[in-house]
Structure formats: structure tokens, C-alpha cells
């Protein structure tokens, strides 16, 4: 009988979450409630990679020459996606967000340190993928009225008028219906991308000898090391990885949560990480200048011959992207005010990306602005990212109680809501990654990203094994 009364409260409850489009991080996403299948994560997270910011990041590598560039996107990526994978599952079996999962593993309020952080990271990268479709808009907006494209004199109040349009597209497919809206979006950029790839492909086989490739080798004021290599394009595929769960939690199976988003996100990134190789190359050694702030594609694409139809697709397929990153912020956000409900503050989190998306247009120089970027995600979530991990499969065993994620005294509230193990292992990778910043060894080989992530798993290994739970915590867990 009372299996039955269960049973049937379960069904009462899934039937009422059917209805609820979003969901709080302190709330169980139900099984009925989810409507993310295999294809749809595949779709979503080719589209999150199918970016102009996969090619000016395949474009800033070639400072590697080709042999250089190709070995850290095929090397570097998969290893990244595995974690992703790794992290995804969490979302799916606990069915909450990332920034959530950070409640068990760094305590309730200890949880609110790296998600202000994650939320300003999904801010930064709207603001990187909104100058790039503003650039792609400059190029639009010369060829219909005459006005100055991107790198003329001039072009900067264009650029401002392309950010603010861009944003208000992203606000209205946001504000929609959030992740629904999102997940139809993104199938739509992903086709318009693919063909957008495959035409630039073939023009860049037909009409360039791409023997230059073989040839060609960076300017020695341009070169950078492996190492330092290893960590742009890490960064890039590491900063996707706290907004996994964001989206596992409404993945049908376990599959979706982890094989769909590593072939998506993967197949994507290659491609198109390196096309913006191969493209960046060519245009070198056709122009004799290699410019990491004319790495961008609206540049790239307008250099190959490709016309205004194809900047009108970047301008689409970027926008489409800039949902999921305004999506994962505004998780972040809930995080911090559960109360402000999820839609709400997606809807917020939408308006205040318009503002951020100003900056890289007011600092000057995109390829410091983006190398700036990229040196924040790598610490901050190099040393996160493995906490996360350990302190769900190792230390918790893969079982989080969420009726104890809102609970003030409970078993994620450790010390005064703060985790002291998993805090003090947070800034002790911080601190390593600095260092590993300016060891010769580490920029020369795995870079500083990869290091950090191996050493924080250690630290906090040692840390668990040092200073077990008190029994009061153990307690509080099995309750």
C-alpha cells in the first residue's frame, strides 16, 4: 500500500512538472519533465561549438604552424569532452545544474564562489561571440549602405549597432521559452554552420594551393609555446563544461547526458577549429601579414570571396549560440537567488549580456581581450572542475541527497555553509596554475591548464584522505 501511495505521488509530481518549463537549482528536474533526447544534445552542442569563436580559436593556434595547430586540436579537445562527459552524467543522475552540483562538493554557500565567476565567464564569451557577429554585420551593413566595415575608419559605431541588434535577437529567442526555445534554435544554426563550412571547405580546396600549408611557418614575433597553445584551446572547450548539466538535467538517458554532447561538441570544434587554421594560414601567406586580430571569420571569409549571405549566417548561428551562454549564466545566477525564479532571471541575465557584450568593442584589441578571457577560465576552472569530479565519484560514491541542497544545517552545509576541504583545494590550484604559468617545462609541453587540473585532483585527494568527515557530517549525509 504504501509503495502504491508513492508511486502514485511520483506520478502526481511529474505530471505537474510536465508543465513547468525551468527548473531552480535547488529542484530535482523529474523524469517526465525531460525532453532532451540523443539528437537534441548532439544538435545543441554542435551548435555551441559550430561558432565563429571555434574558428578564431583554430586561427589564434596557427601562431603554431599547421603540424603545431592540428596536434593540439586533435590532442587537446577529447580529453576535455571526456571530462565534460564525466561532469554531464552528474547532471543527469542527480538532475540539477552544474553550478548546483557545486552545493554538495563546496558547500552551499562555499558554491556561490565559483558560480558569481561562472556567470561573469558566460557573460565574457557573449560578449567575444556578439564581436563577431558584429563584425560579420559591418560587412553586411557595407555592402547594402556603404558604411565602414570592420578595420576601416570609422567602423566603430557600426560595430556598436551590430552588438545591439545581435542582443536583442539573443533576448527574444531566450525570453521565448528557455531551454525549449534554445534546443530549436540551435538545430536551425547547425545546419545553416555546416553549410557555411562545407562552402568555405571547398573554396578554400579550389582556389588556394594548399601546399602553402606545409610550408608556411610563423613569424618568430608570433609564435607561441606548445604549452601555451594547449591552454587557448583548452580553456575554450573547458569553459563549456559548467554549463553541461545545465542541459544533462533534461536529457531523456544516460546517454544523451554523455555520448551525445562529446560527438556534438567534438565533431564541431574539429571542423571548425580547424578550418580557421587552415584559412588564417592561407590568408597569410597570400597577404604576407599574419594578424591574430584579423583572425576573426567575417576577416577570414571576406579575404576567401565569400559574400554577404554567408556573414548573414554567422550573424544567425552566433546569436543562436549566445542563448546557451546567457541560458548558463542565468543558472549560475539562480544559484545565487533561487527566489527570483529560473525564467526571471534568464530573462535579466539576457539584458545585462548587452552591456558586457560593449567591452571587447571598447578595449581595442580582440586578440588581448580574448587571451585575457581565456587566462580567467583556465584558473578558475582547471582547479574547479576536478573537485567537482573527485567529491562526486571518489569521496561521495556517486550518491547526492538533493532534498539536503537548500537545507541550512544539513549535509551540504559543512562548516557555516562552506566545504573548508574542497575551498582550501580550489585556491591551492589557483595558486599552482600561476606557477605552472611560468614553468618553462609545463608552457613547453601539457600547459598550465592540464597541470592544474591533474595537481587540484591530488591536493583534494590528499586533503579527503587527511580530513575525512567528521562524524557529524556523516550523519548528516546518511539522513
Request: with cysteine; hydrophobic share 50%.
Amino acid at each position: 500500500m504504501s509503495e502504491e501511495k508513492n508511486t502514485n505521488t511520483e506520478s502526481a509530481n511529474a505530471n505537474t512538472a510536465e508543465v513547468k518549463q525551468e527548473y531552480a537549482v535547488d529542484e530535482v528536474v523529474p523524469k517526465a519533465a525531460r525532453h532532451y533526447g540523443f539528437w537534441d544534445m548532439v544538435a545543441t552542442w554542435l551548435g555551441a561549438n559550430a561558432t565563429p569563436s571555434s574558428w578564431y580559436t583554430g586561427g589564434v593556434i596557427a601562431a603554431l604552424g599547421l603540424a603545431g595547430g592540428l596536434t593540439i586540436i586533435l590532442v587537446a579537445n577529447p580529453i576535455a569532452y571526456a571530462v565534460m562527459a564525466l561532469v554531464g552524467y552528474m547532471g543527469y543522475k542527480v538532475g540539477t545544474s552544474t553550478m548546483g552540483l557545486a552545493r554538495a562538493s563546496f558547500g552551499i554557500r562555499g558554491s556561490l564562489m565559483p558560480t558569481v565567476l561562472n556567470a561573469i565567464q558566460f557573460v565574457g564569451w557573449c560578449s567575444v561571440n556578439t564581436y563577431f557577429a558584429a563584425v560579420a554585420m559591418t560587412f553586411i551593413f557595407q555592402s547594402v549602405f556603404g558604411t565602414p566595415a570592420y578595420g576601416e575608419e570609422g567602423y566603430k559605431p557600426i560595430m556598436v549597432a551590430g552588438v545591439l541588434i545581435c542582443s536583442a535577437i539573443q533576448v527574444l529567442i531566450v525570453a521565448v521559452s528557455g531551454s525549449h526555445s534554445i534546443k530549436i534554435a540551435e538545430r536551425f544554426a547547425m545546419v545553416l554552420l555546416i553549410g557555411l563550412t562545407i562552402w568555405q571547405t571547398v573554396i578554400l580546396v579550389q582556389n588556394y594551393d594548399l601546399s602553402v600549408l606545409l610550408t608556411w611557418t610563423p613569424p618568430a614575433d608570433i609564435h607561441i609555446p606548445f604549452g601555451k597553445g594547449m591552454d587557448i584551446m583548452v580553456a575554450f572547450s573547458f569553459g563549456w563544461i559548467p554549463a553541461i548539466c545545465d542541459f544533462t538535467r533534461y536529457t531523456k538517458k544516460k546517454s544523451g547526458a554523455t555520448i551525445a554532447p562529446m560527438i556534438g561538441a567534438n565533431v564541431a570544434l574539429f571542423w571548425f577549429a580547424i578550418v580557421g587554421l587552415i584559412g588564417v594560414i592561407v590568408t597569410a601567406s597570400e597577404t604576407g601579414i599574419f594578424d591574430p586580430d584579423a583572425s576573426d571569420p567575417s576577416s577570414v571569409m571576406n579575404a576567401l570571396g565569400l559574400g554577404w549571405a554567408a556573414m548573414i549566417i554567422l550573424v544567425v548561428a552566433t546569436c543562436t549560440t549566445n542563448c546557451v551562454n546567457i541560458y548558463a549564466a542565468s543558472m549560475s545566477i539562480n544559484n545565487i537567488i533561487p527566489r527570483a525564479g529560473a525564467r526571471k532571471t534568464i530573462i535579466i541575465v539576457a539584458i545585462i549580456t548587452i552591456a558586457g557584450s560593449l567591452l571587447p568593442v571598447a578595449s581595442g584589441s580582440l586578440v588581448y581581450y580574448f587571451m585575457t578571457f581565456l587566462e580567467y577560465i583556465g584558473m578558475i576552472f582547471a582547479p574547479f572542475l576536478p573537485i567537482l569530479l573527485i567529491d562526486f565519484y571518489v569521496v561521495k560514491k556517486r550518491n547526492y541527497d538533493w532534498s539536503q541542497a537548500a537545507k541550512v544545517g544539513g549535509a551540504y552545509w559543512y562548516k557555516n555553509g562552506f566545504n573548508p576541504r574542497a575551498v582550501i583545494a580550489w585556491f591551492a590550484g589557483m595558486a599552482f596554475y600561476f606557477l605552472a604559468n611560468n614553468t618553462g617545462f609545463i608552457m613547453d609541453t601539457i600547459g598550465a591548464i592540464y597541470a592544474t587540473t591533474i595537481v587540484t585532483a591530488i591536493i583534494y585527494l590528499v586533503i579527503v584522505k587527511i580530513c575525512p568527515e567528521t562524524p557529524a557530517e556523516s550523519i548528516k549525509a546518511s539522513q
